[in-house]
């Protein structure tokens, strides 16, 4: 599976912003798909996951009640939808997927990971 993230830029605080995480591959409705951040000086900070068929979903508080992961497998896409954006979800963000039907919250367990996209938010 090969995925490319699109979509960063910057917004000013409490805007929004939609990243689109493309794959290809014909496995890819049978994989989790995760969101990971990465700030400056930081490391990896898990987002948000869905599993293979969308039923399921899971947010780090950081992100809980702001941001919505999504995905159409007929499209080989998965979305990750942010709102009332802060200052500090300034980051590159990153989608990657995981050979699993669960929800994959560690960063270990992705196995593919796309490039990432920079989002940049201003106060």
């Known amino acids: 599976v090969q995925l490319q993230a699109s979509g960063g830029g910057l917004v000013q605080a409490g805007g929004s912003l939609r990243l689109p995480c493309a794959a290809s591959?014909?496995?890819?409705?049978?994989?989790?798909v995760g969101w990971f951040r990465q700030a400056p000086g930081q490391e990896h900070e898990f987002v948000a996951t869905?599993?293979?068929?969308?039923?399921?979903?899971y947010y780090a508080d950081s992100v809980k009640g702001r941001f919505t992961i999504s995905r159409d497998n007929a499209k080989n896409t998965a979305y990750l939808q942010m709102s009332s954006l802060k200052p500090e979800d300034t980051a590159v963000y990153y989608c990657a997927a995981a050979e699993s039907y669960s929800l994959v919250t560690r960063r270990g367990g992705y196995k593919y990971w796309g490039q990432g996209t920079q989002v940049t938010v201003s106060s």
């Open positions: 591959g014909r496995t890819f409705s049978s994989h989790a």
């Open positions: 869905i599993t293979w068929g969308g039923g399921i979903t």
